[in-house]
């Protein structure tokens, strides 16, 4: 009897459960739920310390998982759906009462996943949301919520792994990064053959500058999907700078894989680093277009700027940069390069060019009419964010008649706001120039080394304006060593010391050129009547040495098998003055001669050339002011050798140092 009532209780048990678990379904799946919902705000608020609210219906549906196995298949999940639903702003925020407002809200639920406090939900369906973001200067932000209002984070979990958004509003008031944006979400017509199905469209400002941008995405954001692209197009423009791109994204909330085409152009690549963060030159405007390839891992993340192609100015770009999230710095790394490069596009690099191209590009209009050296500072409050490794090759050089650069070869170098230049090489005139400049940010005022060296410059393309010397044979070397502190080329010339030193040996030269030299008006009659002739050059040995900016000779002296040229005063490079005296002595006679000096004075911009008031002169005054007038071009010569080559001229040398003679101050005669 006992026995038998067992099995019975058992089955009555049993019975008595389905029938409570029959009646719990029936009474959720007929249960108004609209009920629920001040219980439902209540949660929600003390959750996220905000007030939270469902104003519109809520309605709840059950469904069995499709993705799930075995046992868990049995387990239905809830089906949600709300409508004008609002969750209040922070107490601090100025962007209106409410940080979301959602028309309608509909996500499914994995229940089991509540067990370990992670919210999972697989699909969230949003329409008509407005979401108002706002971030403080001190780096408070709006959309951090904090568990019963406090200030520690919640210990819940959301796992979102699927968003989709039909229409809506994302407002951004950001003074950390001075942004103040606005996107407008609305569905395209049809989700088209490459994926779109929303289209949006952005304005607003960034750090004061108007921003505005369109584009196109997937209507589907699958957060979690490694394997899926999320297709990506748009167009920003910010201010006078543009980027394009188009691609996909793969696992958006990592950002674990970016391909995309990227173009980018603008009045300056300086103007990238408030987008970017990467340090970039100044530069006249550019436009490039290359494949962006990216991705982020534990250890940060590489991006890849391929087979880029471009112009910068007039002239034409390509290369290769990568990059590399590390720390303490991030790095750029690459190569780039130029097969047609114009000179007068890397003026912008040290301020040196005009004060309309600075208007084109940004930057204030500060080079004084009267002033030949650039006194535009350098921005070095950039340079500690990042480290650089990049080389660079200009393969072929436009430039001014007057300039005889050919080609130009870079590796730059930046670390801890230590920019080097190890080497910097041109070709000049037939020869090279090879340099080491290093420029240390970490100090202010900068502090600058330069050593510098020059081999085999051809006397006749050094100086091509000059008619006299087209005839002319030789050649010039030599080496500079020189340290300075400043934020500009004209502080740390004007700042400068060291020496600079050039010598020339086994040429010819112009004898119309040495006859005017000395002033000898018969033989320039007769050469400019009857033609010029080539004169045998012994030697040309200059030493400056270079104090706080002024360059005072200790030597310069020309020799030839008719005359001695000595040239002796300084070249004051902060002031930008010249006083040079120029003494010919003649080795033989002279139909006639004038027995005054020739001088060199007045300023760079204006230098004011006697006794002769004739072309020849003022052309040799240029010539000698020119290391000044165009440090970049014509100090490259000054220069010091002492190699075998240049043996021959030490005895001159030695001699013109044992009797020196004393320059002029600028602006005396």
């Given at each position: ?260 085409r990227l173009k980018l152009s603008g009045a300056s690549m300086a103007h990238l680093y408030p987008i970017t963060g990467i340090t970039l030159p100044n530069t006249p405007p550019f436009s490039t277009e290359g494949h962006l390839v990216g991705k982020l891992d534990k250890a940060g993340g590489r991006w890849l700027y391929e087979n880029f192609k471009g112009r910068v100015g007039a002239s ?354």
């Amino acid at each position: 009897m006992k026995s038998s009532m067992f099995p019975r209780a058992v089955g009555w048990g049993l019975l008595l459960l389905s029938a409570l678990a029959a009646l719990c379904i029936a009474v959720l799946l007929s249960f108004d739920w609209n009920r629920a919902r001040p219980w439902i705000n209540q949660r929600v608020s003390e959750a996220t310390g905000r007030p939270f609210a469902i104003r519109g219906d809520l309605a709840l549906q059950w469904s069995s998982p499709e993705a799930e196995t075995g046992w868990r298949r049995w387990v239905p999940w809830p089906r949600l759906s709300a409508q004008d639903i609002t969750l209040g702003n922070a107490d601090w925020g100025k962007t209106g009462p409410h940080l979301a407002e959602i028309r309608q809200l509909t996500f499914s639920l994995n229940p089991l996943p509540l067990l370990n406090h992670t919210i999972r939900i697989p699909t969230l369906e949003l329409a008509g949301p407005v979401l108002s973001l706002e971030r403080t200067a001190d780096g408070k932000n709006n959309w951090t919520l904090a568990a019963g209002g406090g200030a520690e984070p919640s210990s819940w979990k959301l796992d979102l792994q699927r968003l989709v958004l039909s229409q809506g509003t994302v407002k951004l008031a950001d003074a950390t990064a001075r942004l103040d944006l606005k996107v407008d979400i609305d569905s395209l017509p049809a989700e088209s053959a490459e994926g779109y199905g929303i289209g949006w469209k952005l304005g607003g400002t960034f750090r004061q500058t108007p921003v505005q941008g369109s584009g196109k995405a997937g209507a589907v954001l699958s957060l979690q999907q490694d394997t899926k692209p999320y297709p990506l197009q748009a167009g920003v423009q910010v201010g006078a700078t543009r980027i394009d791109i188009a691609g996909t994204l793969t696992k958006p909330d990592a950002l674990a894989a970016l391909d995309l085409r990227l173009k980018l152009s603008g009045a300056s690549m300086a103007h990238l680093y408030p987008i970017t963060g990467i340090t970039l030159p100044n530069t006249p405007p550019f436009s490039t277009e290359g494949h962006l390839v990216g991705k982020l891992d534990k250890a940060g993340g590489r991006w890849l700027y391929e087979n880029f192609k471009g112009r910068v100015g007039a002239s034409d770009i390509a290369g290769t940069l990568e990059y590399v999230s590390q720390q303490p710095r991030p790095l750029l790394r690459g190569q780039v390069q130029s097969n047609q490069l114009r000179l007068e596009d890397l003026a912008p690099l040290i301020g040196a060019d005009s004060n309309a191209s600075k208007a084109k590009r940004g930057a204030p209009a500060v080079q004084p009419a009267g002033k030949v050296l650039p006194v535009e500072k350098f921005d070095t409050a950039s340079w500690g964010s990042i480290d650089a490794d990049v080389k660079f090759a200009g393969r072929k050089i436009f430039h001014a008649k007057d300039l005889p650069i050919d080609s130009l070869v870079a590796d730059l170098h930046l670390k801890d706001s230590v920019l080097s230049l190890t080497p910097l090489s041109f070709g000049v005139a037939g020869g090279t120039v090879a340099a080491t400049v290093k420029l240390d940010g970490r100090q202010d005022p900068i502090r600058a080394n330069l050593q510098l060296s020059a081999r085999r410059l051809r006397i006749k393309e050094l100086f091509p304006t000059l008619d006299t010397l087209q005839a002319s044979l030789g050649e010039v070397g030599g080496d500079a060593a020189l340290s300075a502190s400043g934020n500009s080329v004209a502080a740390l010339l004007g700042t400068s010391n060291g020496e600079v030193k050039a010598l020339v040996s086994k040429g010819t030269v112009s004898k119309f050129l040495l006859e005017a030299m000395g002033l000898n008006i018969g033989s320039v009659v007769a050469t400019q009547l009857f033609g010029d002739r080539q004169v045998q050059l012994n030697c040309l040995a200059s030493d400056f040495k270079v104090t706080q900016g002024v360059m005072q000779t200790r030597s310069f002296v020309l020799d030839t098998d008719e005359s001695v040229v000595n040239v002796s005063g300084l070249i004051d490079l902060s002031k930008e003055q010249l006083a040079l005296e120029i003494q010919p002595r003649n080795k033989a006679l002279r139909v006639l001669s004038l027995r005054s000096p020739l001088y060199v004075q007045g300023t760079f911009k204006n230098p004011d050339v006697g006794v002769d008031k004739g072309a020849v002169a003022l052309k040799l005054g240029s010539a000698i002011a020119l290391g000044a007038v165009a440090p970049a071009a014509a100090l490259l010569p000054l220069l010091n050798m002492g190699s075998q080559e240049f043996a021959q001229c030490a005895p001159l040398e030695a001699a013109a140092r044992q009797k020196p003679k004393a320059g002029k101050q600028p602006g005396a005669r």
